[in-house]
C-alpha cells in the first residue's frame, strides 16, 4: 500500500479530485494518510475533514522556511508516506525538505511549464494572448515550478475566454492529469534521464 501525503493551503479541489480517485480505485494500492495545511482556513481542510482523512494544520507565518518544513516532514514519517502530492501548496520547499523524499514530491501548476512559474499562471497566460494554455504536474526539486515533467495537459484558449473562463477549464484538466501522474510515479515504470521522464515499454 502506497500511503500519500497532502499538502494544500486552499481550496482543495486537486486534493478532492485525487481522493475521488483513490476511493473509486482509480488509484491503485494507494491511501490518503495525512493532509496538511499550512492556513487553518483551507477549504482543503473541511473537506479531508468530511471525507474522514487526517488531518492537520501547521501554521507557516513567522516560522523561518527550514522550521516550518522539519514539522511537516516530521508528520509526513509519522504518517509513513511515501509519495508527497502538493495541491495547491502556495509555499516553496526548503532544499532539505526536498531532499527527504527525493524524486518522491509532486507539484501541480497551471501552465504548461516551463512558461508561466509562480502566482498566478493562468492570468499570466491569458494577458501574454497564448492561444494553448495547459497545466503540468512535475517533481518537485530546488527551485520554484521547475523538477522533471510528468504529465501536461493542453487546453485551447477561446476568443470569447476571460482569465476565469480558461482558469476554470485548465483546473478541469488539472484534475485528470494530477491522478494519472500519481500513477505513473507509484507504478514505477519510467526513467528520468536528466530533464525527461520516459516510460518504459513493458512487453505484452
Ligand atoms: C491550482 O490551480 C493549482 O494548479 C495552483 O493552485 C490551484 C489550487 O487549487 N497551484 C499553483 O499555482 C502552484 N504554483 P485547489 O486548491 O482547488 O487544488
Redesign the pocket.
Known sequence: MHNLGIL?S??????EAIAKNVAAGHIPNACIAVVISNKAEAG?LEIAQRLGLTTFVVPSKGKEREQHDREVVALLKDHEVDLVCL??Y?RLLSPWFVQQFPHRIL????SLLPAFP??E?QQQAFAYGVKVAG?TVHFVDEEL?HGAIIVQKTVPVLDGDDEHTLAERI?EQ?HIAYSEAINIVLEGNYDVAGRRLVRKVTAR
Do not use: T
Request: hydrophobic share 35%; glycine share 22%.
Open positions: 494544500l486552499g481550496r482543495g479541489s486537486n486534493f482543503g495541491a495547491g502556495m507539484n501541480i501548476h497551471p509562480g502566482l499562471a497545466c515550478d483546473l488539472e
